[in-house]
């Protein structure tokens, strides 16, 4: 391990993965060789939530990551016995998760005696005043009506920290803010009051940088020849060590991939970010403008000199909403004339959108994937050799989207030559808007499972 292992003044805190889907072996890989004190699965993205309370209430399935469990079987065997660990994929039901971690420990060699304790109280789907306004528009909660599924505080680090002082050594959680669940468990070790912006200031800092694990060690730096980023394959997935001072040096597992300098802490440093000098989190508002970043060793970079301006009143609050079907199909065309072929195949599904089903042909996006879906204003140079007529369907009406179907199926036979490899996919969606809620109205507690 770079760097060595943890001194007794020091934290070392690993990040486990930086979503819901992330890999496996980069977290098993720390957990064995990271020395770790902690070891943090974040996992949930902002339309994540959502969608687990959607499942929830419709008893499709688990409001929580079930995907956690294989993360958590995959690390038990190499986890020291001192080494808590804490994961936002309780997302709408940490309660849940956390009796399920339990059966798991009781069932596992490598888990007996630990702890587990649930955060709740995220959900403030009953306390967001009807009258708080959406971010960047004139509607209120209120207007949303029956299309609101869910909404989650992003709450700090106070209520995990509590948990761990009560003797967890699993801290299951819902909705946090991401680097909040890093900073717990570095403040509890340093007897830092999650009351004070300035001393959460470091933890929340070394929270950000991690929150995204392979995006510091190179997974979102590397950009082909231009920026080149070693090993990717076997991308090593960050950690810290934290000092009592709140200087921390970030590191990364030896002969893992990846890449840890000053360009890619920098980086992430700013992803994100709207204002470097106020940026809003639920511990602290952090002013980035001073903090260093000093490359110290191969893949051993130290940040310092973290500092905050008070912490916000309110807490953000992200509001699931019920967006309708998403429906997409395309087809595929291949070889001369495969641009003329794809324009013609949109152009016969927007003209029966319009002539025969006597619907808006505006509803329905048309795209040609592999020319220009990504940049319609720009004209790309040369004939593509390959491309996709795409054409997709926002909708509340699901005739509507089967039908969209059935029309893109049809170019099978109906022209224009050559259509091959139809893809067609269906899906329910949340969308996800934001508001803001006065902290004193979010309570969020501690409930110990075992």
């Known amino acids: 391990m770079a760097g060595g292992g943890p001194t007794v003044s020091t934290f070392r805190i690993g990040a486990g993965s930086g979503f819901a889907g992330d890999r496996f072996e980069p977290a098993e890989i720390l957990a064995e060789h990271g020395d770790l004190d902690a070891l943090v699965f974040e996992c949930l993205a902002e339309r994540t939530i959502g969608l687990a309370q959607q499942r929830a209430a419709s008893s ?79 509607l209120t909660i209120g207007d949303l009506g029956d299309r609101l599924v869910s909404a989650n505080a992003y709450i700090g680090a106070g209520a995990a920290m509590r948990a761990l002082e009560n003797g967890a050594d699993v801290v299951i959680t819902g909705r946090m803010g991401d680097a909040a669940l890093f900073a717990a468990p570095i403040a509890v070790h340093h007897g830092w009051d999650d009351a004070s912006p300035d001393e959460m200031a470091a933890p929340t800092l070394v929270g950000h940088l991690l929150e995204c694990a392979g995006q510091l060690t190179g997974g979102y730096f590397a950009d082909g020849d231009r920026k080149v980023v070693p090993g990717l394959a076997t991308l090593g997935f960050p950690y810290a060590d934290v000092a009592a001072d709140g200087v921390a040096e970030f590191g990364k597992a030896d002969g893992t991939g990846g890449l840890i300098s000053r360009a890619t802490v920098l980086e992430q440093l700013l ?108 004209e790309p140079h040369g004939e593509p050799a390959e491309v996709r007529a795409r054409l997709s369907l926002r909708t509340f009406d699901r005739v509507a989207a089967a039908l969209l179907h059935r029309e893109v199926e049809a170019l099978y036979t109906n022209g224009p030559a050559g259509g091959g490899g139809a893809d067609l996919s269906l899906k329910e969606t949340v969308g996800i808007v934001s508001t803001f809620i006065d902290r004193d109205r979010v309570e969020p507690r501690v409930e110990m499972v075992s």
């Open 271 to 378: 992803y994100e970010i709207d204002d470097p000098g106020r940026y809003k989190t639920p511990d602290a508002t952090l002013d980035l403008g001073d903090v260093r970043i000093d490359e110290v060793g191969p893949d051993r970079v130290r940040v310092s000199a973290a500092s905050a301006q008070g912490r916000p009143e309110q807490l953000k609050v992200s509001v699931g909403v019920r967006d309708g079907f998403l429906a997409v199909g395309s087809i595929a065309y291949a070889g001369r004339g495969a641009r003329e072929r794809a324009e013609l195949a949109l152009r016969i599904v927007r003209e029966r959108w319009d002539e025969v089903h006597g619907r808006d042909p505006g509803e329905v996006r048309a795209d040609l994937q592999g020319y220009n879906s990504l940049r319609p204003w720009h």
């Open 60 to 138: 499709a399935g688990a409001g929580f990551d079930r995907l956690f469990l294989d993360r958590l079987t995959g690390v038990l065997p190499h986890l020291a016995s001192r080494t808590r660990v804490l994961t936002n994929a309780g997302a709408a039901d940490p309660v849940g998760l956390a009796r399920a971690v339990v059966d798991l420990l009781a069932a596992h060699p490598r888990g007996a005696g630990r702890r587990v304790a649930a955060v709740i109280g995220d959900d403030v789907t009953a306390r967001v005043p009807s009258d708080a306004r959406i971010t960047g528009t004139d």
